[in-house]
């Protein structure tokens, strides 16, 4: 299982490397075959000493350096070892306005680097009231001109309507929408959107389900590892 974990704009550095030291502990006892990958902000990448946990970049302009103010470049995240980064976030989508274009731009660049891209998928509720058809339509478009056979490359589903309003998508629901995305690709499936201690048993339960991307509930280390140890099975 994949178990990430995505600050977005939240923590600071000194409460990011606070954050990292209880959780890379907490995690000696995660299962042998989980992994862990924090995406904190960029103010809060550094060289971490860290057991258990790999750190990965929220985003990265598509190119080595220059002239792109206030964005991340390849040279800034190679500095500190990053080989993991997100792209086509649902923020990224819609408060930030990124086309699908320059998040392939992106992919393609970021691809070339061999980073591990997790590539988010997801519907607005409007499309999703619509039925499962609509839905996949919708997701077709994200994948457009993706190169779903990239070896580096992990999916999470993320409906945009479950991101950060408590509501999750049902195991049905989520299980319907990762069976139709393994129909496109071979690589890991993760369910991102309000999964949280009390919910993750249940969707890291189902055999669609390579792992979570989770915001809000991984904030503070004690309440993610009880995630993490979900996954694990752990008491
Ligand atoms: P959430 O965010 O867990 O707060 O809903 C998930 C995400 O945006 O990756």
Redesign the pocket.
């Known amino acids: 299982m994949i178990i990430a974990g995505?600050f977005?704009a939240n923590h600071t550095r000194a409460s990011t490397a606070e954050y990292l030291s209880a959780l890379d502990s907490l995690s000696d006892q995660k299962g042998e075959e989980d992994s862990i990958v924090i995406f904190p902000p960029f103010t809060a990448l550094d060289n971490y000493t860290l057991k258990n946990i790999k750190i990965g970049a929220q985003n990265g302009y598509p190119a080595e350096k220059g002239s792109y103010t206030g964005e991340i470049c390849l040279e800034a995240l190679l500095e500190f070892d990053i080989d993991t980064i997100l792209i086509g976030?649902?923020?990224r989508r819609h408060i930030l306005k990124e086309s699908q274009d320059f998040i392939v731009r992106k992919y393609e660049f970021f691809k070339r680097n061999n980073f591990n891209i997790f590539y988010?998928v997801g519907e607005p509720i409007e499309v999703r009231q619509k039925g499962i058809e609509s839905v996949m339509n919708y997701i077709d478009k994200q994948l457009e001109n993706i190169d779903v056979s990239y070896q580096n490359l992990i999916i999470?589903y993320?409906p945009v309507w479950?991101?950060?309003?408590g509501l999750t998508a049902s195991v049905e629901d989520i299980e319907e929408v990762h069976k139709a995305i393994r129909e496109r690709v071979e690589t890991p499936i993760l369910y991102?959107?309000?999964?949280?201690a009390s919910n993750a048993a249940d969707i890291l339960n189902s055999s669609f389900v390579d792992g979570v991307?989770?915001?809000?509930?991984?904030l503070v280390a004690e309440d993610f590892y009880k995630i993490i140890k979900a996954s694990a099975n752990i008491s």
């Open positions: 995505n977005k976030h649902s923020e988010c999470a993320e479950a991101i950060g309003t991102g959107g309000s999964v949280n991307l989770v915001g809000g509930a991984s």
